[in-house]
């Protein structure tokens, strides 16, 4: 049921098609630490149960706390990787794109881009969650390449920990729209997939 609603982002911007050996090479990569693979599959259980049914607040906080979890798995992979670490999840981001120039450059644009928006002086808050959601979405749809696909995603993620982490809030965009919420989770699997990338030396190599 879920393949198909990101099959053309994953593909987009890993250069992997997904499907049932790619989710299982994924999942097999993330099993090096038993529960993020258990927490992805959890996640994506519960995203996909509040796409059945009744419309409402209960299954839109369910889909979104899936998101979130999705994002904590990503940042629990990538310490993962660098272990020993202390770093958060923009700086493990940051220290993973550095493989990759045009990706590199891509998440430096984005976060440019943040800063002279109407939200760039301001504290976090729904206006400028909302903002970078949609823009992230956007740019990673109009980018030319997977690099630039790769970093504008990476941006997106570095910002849903922030906002994700520490306020829930139904005003957010992922809240309210079902669609922005199923193609978010796509690309945060896209993520999860950009980290094992990064852990298997291939990242450098996607153009």
Not at 1 to 28: C, I
Not at 60 to 79: G, P
Not at 121 to 148: K, Y
Request: aromatic fraction near 6%; glycine fraction near 2%; charged fraction near 20%.
């Amino acid at each position: 049921m879920l393949f198909p609603l990101w099959s053309s982002s994953y593909a987009a911007v890993t250069n992997h098609n997904l499907d049932k050996a790619e989710f299982v090479s994924l999942l097999t990569g993330l099993a090096k630490r038993p529960a993020d693979a258990f927490q992805t599959m959890i996640a994506l259980h519960r995203f996909r149960r509040s796409l059945i049914g009744i419309e409402n607040e209960a299954t839109h906080h369910i889909r979104v706390r899936a998101i979130a979890e999705l994002v904590v798995v990503l940042e629990s992979t990538l310490k993962r990787q660098f272990h020993p670490t202390d770093k958060m999840l923009n700086d493990l981001l940051e220290q993973v794109l550095a493989a990759n120039p045009k990706a590199e450059a891509a998440f430096k644009a984005f976060k440019a881009a943040f800063k002279v928006s109407p939200h760039g002086n301001a504290n976090p808050s729904v206006a400028s969650t909302n903002w970078v959601i949609t823009n992230g979405l956007s740019r990673t749809a109009t980018a030319v390449s997977p690099a630039e696909r790769i970093g504008n995603v990476c941006y997106l993620m570095r910002w849903l920990r922030n906002a994700l982490m520490h306020e829930v809030d139904s005003q957010l965009d992922l809240y309210r729209n079902r669609k922005t919420a199923e193609d978010v989770t796509g690309l945060v699997l896209c993520a999860l997939r950009i980290a094992k990338h990064s852990e298997d030396n291939t990242l450098a190599a996607i153009p």
